[in-house]
């Protein structure tokens, strides 16, 4: 599966947008990618994935670099709700479909 | 909304016993992951099941882990013996399908502890 780095941790203000980086710059062109979120205590969650343009929902928008080695997942008005551990994970739309979780980015929400 | 229900949500066992984790998928699921989470790191896949067949085993430590999904519904987890590395959260996913387009929905987890 190919590799995704994010930072380990990052702090945000309340009801202030939050960026979320990821570089995976070994990625492919079936290659989508996934972002889930883990809330203390609770089972990780999906919150968005795309292939090449920006994709958004209720939840957050995900920004794709024009070579795809680089996505920014936006959540526009942190709450202290979001805070949680962020995953980003490349999924190969005709390979292994494998969940492949990292470490992630856990965010700390300042009231 | 549905949610996938596992049970227990804790449990404490010693060392050398036996322990089993119960998990209802979203009804409708097809597909059935169980996924072990070590304090600090990410989720990390055990075993999938499409309906009651096992499609991805690799990861799962069979001289004590077993896992079924009889009649491709509700699915079972077992450790025997359990271990002292054993203690970490255990994850039940359910999806719709195998597509990897498709939101896997996970429980809230048995967290194991191993005396």
């Known amino acids: 599966d190919a590799k995704t780095t994010q930072p380990n941790s990052m702090e945000s203000n309340e009801e202030e947008p939050v960026h979320l980086p990821c570089n995976h710059s070994?990625?492919?062109?079936?290659?989508?990618i996934h972002w889930y979120r883990q809330l203390p205590s609770q089972g990780p969650e999906y919150v968005i994935h795309?292939?090449?343009s920006n994709v958004n929902n209720r939840m957050a928008s995900l920004a794709i670099a024009e070579d795809r080695k680089s996505s920014t997942l936006i959540l526009h008005r942190a709450t202290l709700r979001d805070a949680a551990v962020y995953y980003c994970?490349?999924?190969?739309?005709?390979?292994?479909?494998?969940?492949?979780f990292g470490t992630g980015t856990r965010l700390t929400i300042i009231p | 909304e549905a949610e996938v229900a596992q049970s227990p949500r804790y449990k404490i066992t010693e060392k050398s016993q036996a322990v089993a984790f119960w998990c209802d998928p979203i009804?409708?699921?097809?597909?059935l992951y169980w996924y072990r989470q070590i304090l600090g790191q990410g989720p990390e896949l055990l075993v999938q099941?499409?309906?009651?067949?096992?499609?991805?085993d690799s990861q799962l430590p069979k001289d004590r882990f077993s896992a079924e999904r009889l009649k491709g519904v509700d699915s079972t987890l077992k450790i025997q013996p359990a271990e002292l590395g054993d203690s970490a959260m255990y994850l039940c996913?359910?999806?719709?399908?195998?597509?990897?387009?498709?939101?896997?929905?996970f429980g809230p987890g048995t967290r194991l502890t191993v005396t």
């Open positions: 996913a359910s999806s719709e399908g195998t597509s990897p387009l498709l939101e896997q929905y």
């Open positions: 070994t990625i492919s062109g079936t290659d989508y």
């Open positions: 795309g292939l090449t």
């Open positions: 994970i490349l999924r190969d739309a005709f390979g292994n479909e494998k969940l492949t």
């Open positions: 009804s409708g699921h097809a597909t």
């Open positions: 099941f499409q309906d009651e067949s096992v499609v991805d």
